[in-house]
T-cell receptor
Framework: DTAVSQTPKYLVTQMGNDKSIKCEQN?????MYWYKQDSKKFLKIMFS???????INETVPNRFSPKSPDKAHLNLHINSLELGDSAVYFC???????????????FGEGSRLTVL | KQEVTQIPAALSVPEGENLVLNCSFT??????LQWFRQDPGKGLTSLLL?????REQTSGRLNASLDKSSGRSTLYIAASQPGDSATYLC???????????FGTGTRLKVLA
């Protein structure tokens, strides 16, 4: 039973299109994240939601919009895709900061986005 | 500002060797430190989590230590195997935040 699952695993699309990636966790965690991993494998945080509230919003273009319909789901919508958006996007979740959690971070398998 | 560094960036060792991967961080005010493994084309798998009050954690052939005062953690892998070949990342969670800071990783290759 997958703890953090994201779909789709692969996206290939043309410049200018809009795409979405969905993420779900069944760990009962309050906090969810989107990370971007570039070609050099460096992991950079993009957004975080805690119990449906946006708590981290790094310097990310406005074309990227996260949405958390409930605390088990965090989706990422990307408008007007550009070549530089090609990367692997990872969803993660954790339970931290005194809320009966130890702060262990769990990742999904990643969604590889290729913009042509 | 918290920064996390991993040295070396890449490492090749013959099978059976014991090895140490290093992780350094600049601010000792951390909630925890976590070691991950990433196989090519895959997600990150959590290996060991060390809380700020702990000094080490062990799981099988893996042992991670934490020295907060010096801003260092090491991941010790005993009797390495080709299946240990992967990229190993460490991440710290600064106190009072939700923002994990990742190192750049060490790419390990264990030769049969």
């Amino acid at each position: 039973d997958t703890a953090v699952s994201q779909t789709p695993k692969y996206l290939v699309t043309q410049m200018g299109n809009d795409k979405s990636i969905k993420c779900e966790q069944n760990l009962g965690h309050d906090t969810m994240y989107w990370y971007k991993q570039d070609s050099k494998k460096f992991l950079k945080i993009m957004f975080s939601y805690n119990n449906k509230e946006l708590i981290i919003n790094e310097t990310v273009p406005n074309r990227f919009s996260p949405k958390s319909p409930d605390k088990a789901h965090l989706n990422l919508h990307i408008n007007s895709l550009e070549l530089g958006d090609s990367a692997v996007y990872f969803c993660a979740s954790s339970q931290i900061l005194g809320r009966a959690g130890d702060g262990e971070l769990f990742f999904g398998e990643g969604s590889r986005l290729t913009v042509l | 500002k918290q920064e996390v560094t991993q040295i070396p960036a890449a490492l090749s060792v013959p099978e059976g060797e014991n090895l140490v991967l290093n992780c350094s961080f600049t601010d000792s005010a951390i909630y925890n430190l976590q070691w991950f493994r990433q196989d090519p084309g895959k997600g990150l798998t959590s290996l060991l989590l060390i809380q700020s009050s702990q000094r080490e954690q062990t799981s099988g052939r893996l042992n991670a230590s934490l020295d907060k005062s010096s801003g260092r953690s090491t991941l010790y892998i005993a009797a390495s195997q080709p299946g240990d070949s992967a990229t190993y990342l460490c991440a710290v969670l600064p106190s009072g935040t939700y923002k994990y800071i990742f190192g750049t990783g060490t790419r390990l290759k264990v030769l049969a």
